[in-house]
């Protein structure tokens, strides 16, 4: 299994730019997770889907902010417009959730590096 | 105050030393998870608890429920331990919202 993937690795852009940072769970996975990993912050989950369908979007920091989620394999987290407080490391990671089990192990993607000059 | 302490911040030891990491925590919680993000920047998950003790390897991790607090131990260490341990949990408040609340982290070196 190739794990998690995420694209692209380094993303380096001016403010004002759109983003668009991808995600490819893992095969057969029904949960999808992004987080957000910065040296102030640590890591924050900024939405998680089940079954492709959003659930929490409570840790998204504002409007600029957005994700989908168009099917089962792929996942995407825009930012537009960017600014500068949003460089950080963008992790997707997922998992297979089962009905009745408190939680079940999250896999993570290598993130995606931003930088907002 | 979070809701999620780790201590220490940072920990150096020498190869071949019993090593822990603490974690406790000021909520209920369904489950608590201690991550493992390697130099290079990736996490791997290395345990989930709602209870009790789990091993892997040299690694242990323990829970205590009524005292809300966790440990990660690891024996015999080793450089290649090297890497940031994170503490998350899971809280019971959270329901269908499958939340993780992390710890900020323990920088853990391990010198040869």
């Known amino acids: 299994d190739a794990g998690v993937i995420q694209s692209p690795r380094h993303e380096v852009t001016e403010m004002g730019q759109e983003v668009t940072l991808r995600c490819k769970p893992i095969?057969?996975?029904?949960?999808l997770f992004w987080y957000r990993q910065t040296m102030m912050r640590g890591l924050e989950l900024l939405i998680y889907?089940?079954?492709?369908?959003?659930?929490?979007d409570s840790g998204m920091p504002e409007d600029r902010f957005s994700a989908k989620m168009p099917n089962a394999s792929f996942s995407t987290l825009k930012i537009q417009p960017s600014e500068p407080r949003d460089s950080a490391v963008y992790f997707c990671?997922?998992?297979?959730?089962?009905?009745?089990?408190?939680?079940?192990?999250?896999?993570f993607g290598p993130g995606t590096r931003l930088l907002v000059l | 105050k979070n809701e999620v302490e780790q201590s220490p911040q940072n920990l150096t030891a020498q190869e071949g030393e019993f090593i822990t990491i603490n974690c406790s925590y000021s909520?209920?919680?369904?489950?608590l998870h201690w991550l493992q993000q390697h130099p290079g920047g990736g996490i791997v998950s290395l345990f989930m608890?709602?209870?009790g003790k789990k091993k892997h390897g040299r690694l242990i991790a323990t829970i205590n429920i009524q005292e809300k607090h966790s440990s990660l131990h690891i024996t015999a260490s080793h450089p290649r331990d090297s890497a940031v341990y994170i503490c998350?949990?899971?809280?019971?408040?959270?329901?269908?919202?499958?939340?993780?609340?992390f710890g900020s982290g323990t920088q853990l070196t391990v010198l040869p």
């Open positions: 990671a997922s998992s297979l959730y089962r009905r009745g089990r408190a939680w079940e192990t999250q896999y």
């Open positions: 095969s057969g996975h029904n949960s």
């Open positions: 889907f089940n079954n492709n369908v959003p659930i929490d």
């Open positions: 909520v209920g919680i369904s489950a």
């Open positions: 608890l709602s209870s």
């Open positions: 998350a949990v899971t809280p019971r408040s959270s329901g269908s919202a499958r939340q993780l609340t």
